[in-house]
């Protein structure tokens, strides 16, 4: 069965950091395209960062030059290292995986997705 658990979470002051984990289990994802997206209250799911598995990384707007996306193949997991978070940053955020079919780059829709974690509250204050 697999599975996609986040980890690191938690509240955090404005111009603070966070890093996320996603740990894979029930099968190797080191081929894999990973993909983050965060979903505020009463907004829909957003782009974050995807990464594929030569680690080639994509961002969407609201984290370009703030996140860094990266992956450990050989520990079948993917971080999110956020800096200068802002109080607009509140989301829960989702881990995503990518099944292996033909697709493109930058792979920013949910659809570009087959499997998804449970998702971890990023709370950051003002």
């Known amino acids: 069965q697999v599975q996609l658990v986040e980890s690191g979470g938690g509240l955090v002051q404005a111009g603070g950091s966070l890093r996320l984990s996603c740990a894979a289990s029930?099968?190797?994802?080191?081929?894999?395209?990973m993909g983050w997206f965060r979903q505020a209250s009463g907004k829909e799911r957003e782009f974050v960062a995807s990464i594929s598995w030569l680690s080639e990384t994509y961002y969407g707007a609201s984290a370009k030059g703030r996140f860094t996306i990266s992956r450990d193949n050989a520990k079948n997991t993917v971080a999110l290292q956020m800096n200068s978070l802002k109080p607009e940053d509140t989301a829960v955020y989702y881990c995503?995986?990518?099944?292996?079919?033909?697709?493109?780059?930058?792979?920013?829709?949910?659809?570009?997705?087959?499997?998804w974690g449970q998702g971890t509250q990023v709370t950051v204050s003002s």
């Open positions: 029930g099968r190797t994802f080191s081929r894999n395209v």
């Open positions: 995503a995986a990518r099944g292996l079919r033909t697709g493109r780059v930058p792979f920013s829709f949910s659809d570009d997705y087959d499997y």
